[in-house]
């Protein structure tokens, strides 16, 4: 299986080495010719308005737009989230994202870098222990639509990992905190989808 980490720009190596871990075999895409190699791809945490900046330039946004359209599996950390969101509240100007995520997001919705924080999460499709959660300027889904489902909620109610068929997004970065679940849940989508450009 032939995994994806999409190497503009963020912690792109720290989703590389947790996918690795798994037995993946990744692929940094750069390039078009790259993404049509892989089966699923993560697209990892950093700054949204940039990525998609990168993703235009590099000719890759529409091509993974297709894909998405298609089926590719992706996930999306913190960034990531924010690209494959339908909607983003709080975009720069000009800021486009891939979509494929029937929610809206707003993006800086904890503040600061200052502002970051660890909490511990129930997700009930993983069990025990509970997920521990890094939030570094970390989104927010503020509207789930329809066609997609919360995995995730803070205690407040305020939802931040969700999954929509092949797609799944959390607001937080389980790759750097040593859980392994959102990787594993994601590999077996890919495995199961079978995607092929
Ligand atoms: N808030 C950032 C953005 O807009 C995301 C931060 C992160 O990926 N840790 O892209």
Do not use: W
Request: charged share 20%; net charge negative; glycine share 12%.
């Amino acid at each position: 299986m032939s995994v994806g980490v999409l190497a503009l720009q963020g912690d792109f190596r720290e989703h590389a080495d947790v996918l690795r871990a798994l037995g993946a075999d990744v692929v940094h895409v750069r390039r078009p010719e790259e993404l049509a190699r892989v089966n699923g791809l993560v697209i990892p945490g950093g700054e949204s308005s940039v990525m998609d900046k990168l993703s235009r330039l590099f000719g890759l946004a529409e091509p993974l737009r297709a894909a998405v359209r298609l089926g590719l599996p992706v996930y999306g950390t913190c960034a990531g989230l924010i690209m494959l969101a339908d909607r983003i509240l709080d975009g720069i100007e000009g800021q486009e994202s891939i979509g494929g995520l029937d929610i809206a997001v707003r993006r800086n919705a904890f503040g600061s870098q200052t502002a970051s924080f660890e909490t511990d999460l129930d997700i009930p499709q993983f069990g025990e222990p509970p997920v521990h959660a890094a939030f570094i300027r970390a989104p927010v889904v503020e509207t789930v639509g329809p066609k997609a489902t919360a995995l995730a909620t803070l205690a407040d109610g305020r939802c931040v990992a969700v999954t929509q068929g092949n797609l799944l997004g959390t607001s937080f970065h389980p790759e750097i905190t040593g859980e392994y679940r959102f990787h594993e849940y994601f590999l077996r989508t890919v495995a199961s989808a079978g995607f092929n450009a």
